[in-house]
């Protein structure tokens, strides 16, 4: 075990959690995802939220790493992605762009900030990558959202399209639905994938849409698809964090695609209910998490105590 040298010993919890990791993978730029695609190995792309889950997916060899607008519902509790604001992404987005130093990161353009123009849209990607530091955006919308998608690629800003079962848009969806089940249904998928890539978006998301549906739109298309509820044909998967790793209360509605990989909840609750049962009966801080001082001068300061008349 490695003994830190004096001057970096903490007597504080408030202590940084290390910003590069001892193995730094090399960074994970267009070109490595390009690679990826063409020799049809699946990229992988997780979300965080935070320094913490953006540093663990890092670590954990992610190539692609997501600050969704999920966000919202997972991570500040609201009722949908529609209430979080353009100053909340940005603040989440630094926390994970200061952890994520190897994975490729992008971000979601956040209900209301990309609708209204092109123009607007180009705006606010410009801010998510100039004061969110991360290096590219996510956009949901096909055919309707071209013109904005180009705009935001000519600007030179890498766009990720968001089609299928799109969250922003869910009360005009009906719901969460799984999306192109019908032939028509399909074919409008289709038609927005084609639209989407024409605009220049460099990847896309196929969010709840059949297995069959999202292989055969996948091979169509020249730029990689990254499914998430969309089977096992796409160029690559996504999974929401929190969902994955288990980091959710018992009795919460999951998706039937999400597998859960880990039981961080369990595990934490674990630990707090075990500390609060060791606070309570004195077992912690035993001596080994507490400060010595010499009995010399130990001793003294008993006896000047001692001296002291209130
Ligand atoms: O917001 C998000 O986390 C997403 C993923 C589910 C793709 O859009």
């Avoid at 953006?54 to 190539?63: K, L, P, W």
């Avoid at 940005?90 to 123009?117: I, N, Q, W």
């Amino acid at each position: 075990m490695s003994i830190p040298c004096a001057s970096f010993i903490r007597h504080s919890s408030h202590s940084p959690l290390s910003a590069s990791p001892a193995n730094q993978r090399k960074k994970v730029t267009m070109q490595t995802l390009r690679s990826l695609y063409k020799k049809g190995e699946p990229i992988t792309m997780l979300t965080a939220h935070d320094f913490p889950s953006g540093y663990v997916a890092d670590a954990a060899g992610m190539e692609m790493v997501l600050v969704g607008d999920s966000l919202a519902m997972v991570a500040l509790g609201m009722e949908d992605t529609s209430e979080v604001v353009m100053e909340e992404m940005l603040l989440h987005c630094r926390s994970v762009a200061r952890a994520a130093k190897s994975s490729f990161t992008v971000a979601d353009l956040p209900m209301g900030s990309y609708e209204v123009s092109p123009e607007q849209g180009v705006q606010s990607a410009i801010r998510i990558v100039k004061e969110g530091r991360v290096q590219g955006v996510k956009l949901e919308g096909g055919v309707e959202m071209a013109p904005t998608i180009k705009r935001v690629t000519q600007a030179g800003i890498p766009v990720v399209g968001h089609i299928g079962l799109t969250p922003q848009r869910q009360n005009a969806l009906g719901g969460f639905r799984v999306q192109g089940k019908s032939t028509a249904g399909a074919l409008r998928l289709l038609k927005d994938a084609l639209a989407v890539q024409e605009a220049g978006a460099f990847m896309m998301v196929l969010e709840a849409v059949p297995a069959e549906v999202a292989a055969i739109i996948t091979k169509k298309l020249r730029v990689p698809t990254i499914g998430i509820g969309a089977g096992n044909g796409c160029s690559g998967q996504v999974l929401v964090q929190i969902d994955m790793t288990g980091n959710f209360p018992p009795g919460r509605f999951l998706p039937k695609f999400v597998k859960k990989y880990a039981d961080v909840w369990g595990e934490t609750i674990k630990g707090i209910e075990q500390y609060r049962e060791e606070v309570k009966s004195r077992a912690y801080p035993s001596e080994e998490y507490t400060y010595p001082m010499s009995k010399d001068d130990l001793a003294e300061f008993e006896k000047v105590v001692d001296q002291i008349h209130q």
